[in-house]
């Protein structure tokens, strides 16, 4: 039975190079959300086509010597708006199999654990032997996958690349900060990797390797890896690494790992791709990288986002304070339901709140004659009472907690929400550029949105019904009106 590829975090897409002004692929004003239907309709390699580049001819020829591309494969490289794609050279239906690509020529841990420094690579973590794989291969001309190095951009418009001055227009915004985070990590692991492996290896590692290499490498894997379980079973499908994203995909089912013919006489492993839509001769074949990403992950991941407002969020984090007297008592039922001392709430634009998210808040604020809750009768069923008002002076904590929290992450931003979409509005922006204030704009909406949620929640607190008030109605003490009984009715 074939098993699903999922690709998230790290998926299968090519993004624009920035550098060599000469390169077809380099299209700084291409956006995934500003590509219309009909743009699907591309110029295809049916026959030479000067608009392809020589290296990608090189490849594609080095695919047909490896019996991966045959006369009846059912796609070609093609110039797209995003700068390199697969397109259709005959009408391909829904599901139909559109590549086909053996493990012999996947980029993954065991490519590595087969290759020379696969014993020094053994006790790494897998993105971290993959990448270093990845940087050697670049560089051997006797390379198995030079013609698929040849191919591969410098970089992409993923936020690890950007210069400082770009990063600056992301100023407040918790895009920049993620940013930021995920280059020291990669920085760290750089230099304990240089130390662990590449300078004790200078047999293996006979050329100088640099910060640089290695942020290129982790942004290959960012960008073009298929994984089932995020980092650890990641693998680079030369060739099905060249579709692309598209938002008109609402389904992740394309990838799957196949048992088939893998050359005259062998079979092997295949790494197979279906083509999510019906698409006629000359359209682009596309897929859906990750449903469930944000426009900023999209951005940090693939250095691109979409236009519609459903991938726009923001990430509110909450904690128990550690000189709460009853941070033990309190950890311990947010443990024992999924939560810790600190929890991210991903809050996507649209009138719903993440799951937990109001229950979390009601714990961190229980105090006073609300903390019975924590008491060990009620251990097995305190979430549940969570789920509704416990009392008025604990929503109206919880309506606090968040507006403060809101006007904070407001206060961090240089621009106001009406600056950015004048900028937006004056157009000719280039691709990092908008990225940023498309960003910046949507989390200021998104912020203002939950804070005037809650504004207005704390507006109506009285006409709500607490523990107190739900305990009496089941025991029968009080009426349709709210009338008191000594004795249950």
């Not at 590692?205 to 894997?221: E, H, K, R, S, V």
């Not at 403060?404 to 691709?431: F, M, P, Q, V």
Request: glycine share 4%; net charge negative.
């Amino acid at each position: 039975m074939a098993s699903l590829f999922a690709p998230s975090p790290f998926s299968a897409f090519l993004t624009l190079s920035k550098s060599t002004h000469q390169n077809p692929f380099n299209n700084p004003k291409s956006r995934n959300y500003r590509h219309p239907k009909w743009k699907r309709y591309v110029n295809s390699l049916s026959s030479p086509d000067p608009d392809i580049p020589p290296a990608v001819q090189t490849f594609w020829k080095w695919l047909s010597e490896e019996g991966i591309i045959t006369s009846k494969t059912p796609v070609r490289p093609g110039i797209v708006p995003e700068g390199l794609g697969l397109v259709a050279l005959r009408d391909i239906q829904r599901q139909e199999v559109v590549l086909e690509v053996p493990k012999r020529l996947w980029i993954n841990p065991d490519a590595v654990a087969s290759s020379e420094i696969g014993g020094v690579c053994c006790g790494l973590k897998p993105w971290i032997a993959v990448a270093l794989f990845l940087i050697r291969e670049r560089v051997r001309e006797d390379s198995k996958w030079r013609s698929y190095m040849n191919i591969l951009p410098k970089v992409t418009h993923s936020t690890i690349f950007w210069s400082e001055e770009e990063l600056e227009q992301l100023q407040g915004s918790q895009l920049l900060s993620t940013a930021i985070d995920v280059k020291n990590y990669v920085t760290n692991e750089f230099q304990k990797v240089k130390e662990e492996v590449i300078n004790p290896h200078k047999k293996l590692f006979p050329f100088l390797i640099t910060l640089d290499d290695f942020m290129w490498a982790f942004g290959m894997l960012r960008s073009r890896a298929f994984s089932r379980d995020r980092d650890t079973n990641l693998v680079i499908v030369p060739l099905a690494d060249l579709v692309n994203h598209s938002s008109s995909v609402t389904t992740e089912d394309h990838a799957y790992e196949t048992k088939g013919p893998a050359g005259l006489f062998s079979w092997d492993s295949l790494f197979t791709l279906r083509s999510p839509l019906q698409l006629k001769a000359g359209e682009q074949v596309v897929i859906q990288y990750d449903l469930k990403k944000s426009n900023a992950k999209l951005a940090l991941d693939y250095g691109f986002i979409e236009s519609r407002r459903e991938r726009d969020a923001y990430s509110l984090k909450f904690e128990i304070p550690k000189a709460d007297p009853l941070y033990q008592e309190k950890l311990d039922v947010a443990t024992a339901n999924g939560f810790d001392e600190t929890a991210c709430f991903d809050i996507f634009y649209g009138p719903s709140l993440p799951s937990g998210m109001v229950q979390y808040l009601r714990l961190t604020a229980l105090a006073g004659e609300d903390v019975f809750l924590l008491e060990s009768m009620f251990r097995d069923t305190v979430w549940g009472h969570l789920e509704h008002p416990v009392s008025l002076i604990n929503e109206e904590h919880v309506c606090q907690i968040v507006q403060d929290s809101c006007k904070t992450a407001l206060s961090g931003y240089l621009t106001s929400i009406d600056e950015d979409e004048r900028i937006l509005e004056g157009g000719n922006l280039d691709t990092r550029l908008d990225i940023a204030v498309r960003i910046r704009a949507a989390e200021k909406k998104i912020l203002q949105q939950i804070a005037e949620v809650f504004r207005d929640r704390a507006s109506w607190l009285t006409n709500l019904e607490y523990y107190q008030e739900r305990r009496l109605r089941n025991l029968g003490l009080v009426g349709e009106e709210g009338e008191v009984y000594c004795q249950p009715k």
